[in-house]
């Protein structure tokens, strides 16, 4: 083989593997549930995807996002706050949470959600769970105080980098 084939495969090999971190040209669907504790922030979490569709959310940890959907109203009755809260720690709720997700279908999502994005107050401060479909994939946490939490724009930077390491999901 030539060094320059040698070349081409290695840089092609690398860009998929780029592009297979930042997903599909579709973005990431995600479904937004807090539990009761994490209610008074419902607001802020929707403010925060208004802010990322206007290119206003920054500071992603060098991840690039791409939120396509979220979803915070109109979710399957069994996708709670308390189910999702509930699957950072313990796999049986992970699961059921993972098929909750991919396996939701509607006019817009033809493959379900990529993940979700849970939030709760527990010891004082706002925790932000990026939960991924996938079961195998680690929880990622973001967290605030109340004070950092009433700051959109760090509301926005703490939600930015639980869901940016998430992935889109191949459709099955």
């Known amino acids: 083989m030539t060094t320059s084939l040698k070349r081409i495969l290695l840089l092609a ?3 998929a593997a780029g592009a297979a971190q930042a997903g599909s040209p579709d973005g990431l669907s995600l479904a937004a549930v ?3 504790s994490g209610a008074p922030y419902a607001g802020a979490v929707k403010q925060f995807f208004a802010d990322h569709k206007a290119q206003k959310v920054a500071d992603c940890n060098d991840y690039m996002l791409d939120i396509a959907n979220l979803y915070v109203a109109n979710l399957p009755p069994q996708l709670t706050g308390d189910l999702a809260v509930g699957a950072v720690n313990d796999k049986a709720k992970r699961k ?5 997700l991919t396996g939701y279908r509607d006019a817009t999502l033809t493959h379900g959600f990529d993940g979700a994005l849970a939030y709760e107050v ?3 401060k706002l925790r932000l769970y990026g939960i991924s479909g996938d079961p195998g994939e680690k929880v990622l946490v973001s967290t605030l105080t109340p004070a950092e939490a009433a700051d959109q724009r760090k ?6 980098k639980a869901v940016a ?3 889109v999901l191949a459709a099955p």
């Open 13 to 15: 090999s690398l860009a």
């Open 96 to 100: 059921r949470l993972a098929a909750l």
């Open 34 to 36: 807090g539990n009761a």
């Open 165 to 167: 390491g998430l992935g």
């Open 122 to 124: 527990r010891e004082g």
């Open 155 to 160: 509301f926005n930077v703490a939600a930015c």
